[in-house]
């Protein structure tokens, strides 16, 4: 077994100790090479600990929601194989608006922000806007809509686009861009990571916060 062949499969067996030596030790090495992968495993590793840790009560409700959570992704997110697949290159954050000096301290309702993010493959421009319910009693802040732009270092098609849960790894969004390299999503307040699919790539933007 390859690491191009390291499958979410092959992830959840070597959490539960289920994997032979050899195979459990490819799989380490590339959980140690790719370590946004280990994050489904650690979680899995506590969910199942905490199940087999049976005193005569019931599991923790917030457990067995995580469990459900991970077995539903394993079973349908293609964005969990983009990351046992392709070659993963980490974006770094190089400007957030809410880290300028005229916001500094800033504590009132939710704002639009605008980020920016930078790596190898592609540059990326977000700009967050919340979707305020002025009926709602207090308004409503949760609903987010996000706009973006790809900029590749080299031409390629449509980039495809996955917002994922950041704890589960579970896809809360997913888009495409258009011809331009635009495109836009909603979601909730949360903490993501955004995976972008460049041909053969993946692009990673970790811990984006939107609140």
């Not at 409700?61 to 539903?72: H, S």
């Not at 922000?113 to 919340?130: G, I, K, N, R, T």
């Amino acid at each position: 077994m390859s690491n191009a062949k390291i499958t979410y499969r092959h992830l959840i067996a070597y959490a539960a100790g289920e994997l032979p030596a050899e195979e459990a030790a490819q799989v380490q090495a590339y959980l140690a090479a790719n370590p946004s992968a280990a994050e489904p495993v650690a979680l899995y590793g506590q969910a199942r600990a905490a199940l087999q840790d049976d005193r005569g009560a019931d599991p923790p409700v917030d457990v067995v929601a995580k469990a459900k959570r991970i077995f539903a992704a394993a079973r349908s997110d293609p964005a969990l194989g983009w990351l046992a697949r392709l070659e993963q290159f980490i974006a770094e954050l190089v400007f957030d608006s809410r880290a300028e000096p005229a916001l500094a301290g800033y504590r009132g309702a939710a704002t639009t922000f605008q980020l920016s993010f930078e790596c190898e493959v592609a540059s990326v421009d977000l700009e967050a806007e919340p979707l305020v319910d002025g009926n709602a009693i207090p308004p409503d802040e949760s609903q987010w809509r996000i706009m973006g732009q790809v900029d590749l270092r080299q031409p390629d098609s449509l980039i495809e686009l996955a917002l994922v849960e950041q704890g589960t790894g579970a896809t809360v969004a997913d888009t495409v861009t258009d011809e331009h390299g635009m495109f836009t999503l909603e979601v909730k307040a949360g903490r993501y990571d955004l995976l972008l699919r460049v041909g053969d790539k993946v692009v990673v933007l970790r811990n984006i916060e939107i609140q």
